[in-house]
């Protein structure tokens, strides 16, 4: 099993779940660790995401976090790190978002989908930058179309990402605003599953 990194990624999956085996964090850890060191996409993914956000009870370690994301892009290649970085960032105390947003822009340099969603809200909402509804627009919308080809989408961005296309277009007045709507909806965003209820009870018809 030594070297073959999938058994190792799933070994530590089974240690933090306690499936089939006594749960153990550190056990956990240490497969993760071995299976990314082997370059791991899921592996280098978890671990790095475990530091940063302090999950699977594993402690939260900024300096832990960026070395793995470093080394997903350096060694490996992996471009999902420009994105998952700018996060870190942007979570940080007090929030960083002019570096937030450099590490966005490398991704979205790199294709990285994800970084248009995190670009989309920084420019909506004016972080690390002067507020630009027309950018925020542009580039939610890429997402947005994104989300739709893709199996399956991340029901939670693509979701909020519908949510503010909606928003941008109240504010324009638009008809698009109603798709918008119905788009975060069938994503589960619990803002446009509300606000349709809302419309539903108003205008006294079922929400198509």
């Known amino acids: ?48 995401q475990a530091y940063r956000d302090g999950d699977y009870g594993i402690a939260k370690n900024k300096k832990r976090a960026l070395d793995w994301y470093k080394k997903s892009v350096q060694k490996y290649g992996y471009t999902f790190a420009y994105t998952e970085v700018g996060i870190l960032y942007a979570n940080d105390t007090p929030p960083d978002y002019v570096q937030a947003r450099r590490w966005w ?6 294709n990285d989908s994800a970084a248009q969603y995190y670009l989309g809200l920084a420019a909506y909402y004016g972080r690390g930058r002067v507020q630009d509804i027309l950018l925020a627009h542009d580039l939610l919308a890429n997402y947005r179309d994104d989300c739709i080809a893709a199996t399956p989408p991340d029901t939670v961005t693509c979701g909020d990402a519908a949510y503010h296309l909606a928003l941008i277009a109240n504010i324009e007045n638009t008809p698009a ?22 419309q539903q009870k108003t205008n006294g018809t079922d929400t198509p």
């Open 1 to 48: 099993m030594r070297g073959h990194t999938p058994s190792q990624y799933w070994l530590g999956n089974l240690y933090q779940q306690g499936d089939g085996v006594a749960a153990d964090t550190d056990t956990a850890r240490k497969w993760w660790e071995a299976a990314a060191d082997l370059g791991n996409e899921q592996a280098l993914k978890k671990i790095a």
């Open 105 to 110: 822009q490398r991704g979205l340099l790199h």
């Open 177 to 198: 605003a109603e798709k918008h709507w119905q788009q975060a909806a069938r994503w589960e965003n619990d803002i446009a599953l509300a606000y349709l209820a809302v």
